[in-house]
């Protein structure tokens, strides 16, 4: 499937999704999105492959924004999330003295601030890494949601000098993971979900155009809570 860029107001968007089955039939209504595949790895290629074509074409984004699922097993379930930041669960170079989750010899720190453009959609944290988290693995993680590509598909985008928004709702961490429909079987509720919200950034991003980004992210909302609008000059 060829990925499709989308146009609100002045700003042009790559949508970008990690696995087909997170892709159903309300976001198919919206948009075509990049699939990269599942994993830190994949993500990274195939977004900076996608990213480089359409720069050689004069064709790159505005920005990208990620949509897909999420594992938590303190936030709402289904629920979507704009995440606020990002960290990579898999970098420990503590051996050589580098703090846990700090890339060795660069000026990266171990979380990277993300823009949550939407008001009244609920903010978290997340930890990217190529594992499923399940159960107890939860309790080495301080982030409140766990996926496998975000990190990756920031330090694209950051090559590429395109901002990136990063939704994610959660599809599983409640209980332990047994089986791959423990993951597949919210997902059509987190499809609706993720379809809604992205209505959401569509107004604001023709209403206010990149200048959203600069929207100070709000403490932690509650989903059932949503906090009133804040103003974007």
Excluded at 49 to 75: F, H, M, N, Y
Excluded at 79 to 91: G, I, K, L
Excluded at 208 to 222: E, F, K, M, S, V
Aim: charged share 20%.
């Amino acid at each position: 499937m060829t990925a499709r860029l989308e146009r609100y107001g002045a700003v042009t968007v790559l949508p970008v999704m990690a696995a087909l089955a997170e892709y159903g039939a309300d976001l198919r209504a919206r948009i075509q999105p990049l699939m990269t595949g599942i994993g830190p790895v994949e993500a990274a290629v195939a977004l900076t492959a996608a990213l480089a074509r359409l720069e050689a074409k004069g064709e790159q984004p505005d920005l990208i924004v990620s949509l897909g699922s999420c594992g938590s097993r303190t936030l709402e379930h289904a629920a979507v999330y704009q995440a606020h930041s990002v960290e990579y669960r898999d970098m420990d170079a503590s051996a050589l003295g580098f703090p846990k989750g700090v890339t060795p010899l660069s000026d990266l720190p171990a979380t990277l601030p993300l823009p949550c453009p939407i008001p009244g959609v609920p903010t978290a944290t997340l930890s990217t890494g190529a594992d499923v988290v399940s159960g107890a693995g939860y309790d080495a993680i301080g982030a409140e949601m766990v996926d496998m590509e975000t990190w990756a598909l920031v330090r694209a985008a950051q090559t590429f000098d395109v901002p990136l928004v990063a939704l994610r709702g959660v599809s599983d961490g409640r209980a332990e993971l047994k089986a791959l429909e423990d993951w597949t079987s919210t997902l059509h509720h987190v499809d609706e979900n993720l379809a809604n919200v992205w209505d959401r950034l569509v107004a604001v991003l023709e209403a206010h155009g990149l200048a959203a980004l600069d929207r100070r992210a709000p403490d932690r909302l509650d989903p059932a809570q949503p906090a009133a609008p804040e103003p974007i000059a």
